[in-house]
């Protein structure tokens, strides 16, 4: 025993308070990054729009867990999170990949007493030349499967896409929570 009666000092068999674990460590070792959103990213369930970049494979990670966090703040159930996610994610995939990069806005909406979130992603890349091929299932201009856009349209309530040869893309899909 020590001076102040301290056995841990001096016994190994006694458990010492622990740090707090990283939270990357400790999510990383779950395996389940919804879970902890990582630091920079704060809830988002104001009534401002937040904006993220969208220019590194770093930047889509920080948009799934905004949105996550947003939706969560929002009340949406954790099914329509999920769509809220997954449409979000090819979004801003879409507009890393094909579009050079460029902007995820959410904002969120409320209508007739439902609360909402807005998508807004937008690009500067070279346009969308034929959107109904883009919205079939099956359609890639690159290696991926074809289901990015439509099916981001399928996962939301409202989508609309504006696009123009060499001027960008900006789609905007919004989802609504359950009435």
Avoid: K
């Avoid at 025993?1 to 000092?9: C, E, P, S, V």
């Avoid at 220019?55 to 929002?74: F, I, K, P, S, W």
């Avoid at 954790?78 to 959410?106: K, P």
């Avoid at 991926?144 to 504006?162: K, P, Y």
């Amino acid at each position: 025993m020590t001076r102040n009666g301290d056995r841990t000092a001096l016994d190994p068999l006694i458990a010492r308070p622990r740090e707090a674990p990283d939270v990357r460590t400790a999510t990383a070792a779950a395996d389940d990054w919804a879970t902890v959103p990582p630091p920079a990213v704060r809830p988002v369930c104001t009534e401002a729009p937040s904006v993220y970049a969208v220019r590194t494979e770093e930047d889509l990670v920080t948009v799934r867990h905004a949105v996550r966090a947003a939706t969560v703040g929002l009340g949406f159930g954790i099914v329509d999170q999920t769509r809220v996610v997954t449409a979000a994610s090819e979004l801003a995939r879409n507009a890393y990949a094909h579009g050079g990069g460029g902007t995820l806005t959410l904002e969120p909406v409320r209508r007739g007493g439902r609360r909402g979130l807005r998508l807004t992603v937008r690009d500067e890349g070279p346009g969308i030349p034929d959107v109904e091929s883009a919205l079939t299932d099956g359609f890639t201009t690159g290696t991926g499967l074809g289901h990015g856009l439509g099916g981001a349209r399928r996962l939301m309530d409202e989508f609309a896409i504006e696009t123009a040869p060499g001027r960008g893309t900006t789609v905007v899909a919004t989802r609504w929570t359950a009435p």
